[in-house]
Nanobody, 126 residues
């Protein structure tokens, strides 16, 4: 099985930064793409960023372009989400996910990801 464990969430003031980490273990060869999603109370789960383990350009939601950066360390089976210029609208539970996705990445859909972490809370105050 594949296990994903997120860390790095917390509370920060608007304009601040956080870096989320997602460590994968188990049968890590079963996926070729890792992504970050978020879900705020009363809202649908939203794709934030995705990256292929083979390389190429990451994909970002329009709402986070220029502020968030997704990166990976394949040797450590870890994916990161560097978040800068945080806004109250970024407040959500953030989830790491992995799946087998056809390249190139054109969308970030939760339907395409089968392995999920437990989530880490990000709270941004004004």
């Amino acid at each position: 099985q594949v296990q994903l464990v997120e860390s790095g969430g917390g509370s920060v003031q608007a304009g601040g930064s956080l870096r989320l980490s997602c460590a994968a273990s188990g049968y890590t060869w079963r996926y070729n793409c890792m992504a970050w999603f978020r879900q705020a109370p009363g809202k649908e789960r939203e794709g934030v960023a995705a990256i292929l383990t083979s390389g190429g350009s990451p994909l970002y939601a329009d709402s986070v372009k220029g502020r968030f950066t997704i990166s990976r360390d394949n040797a450590k089976n870890t994916v990161y989400l560097q978040m800068s210029g945080l806004e109250p609208e970024d407040t959500a539970m953030y989830f790491c996910a992995a799946g087998a996705i056809s390249a190139p990445i054109s969308t970030i859909s939760p339907n395409m990801y089968i392995y999920w972490g437990q989530g880490t809370q990000v709270t941004v105050s004004s």
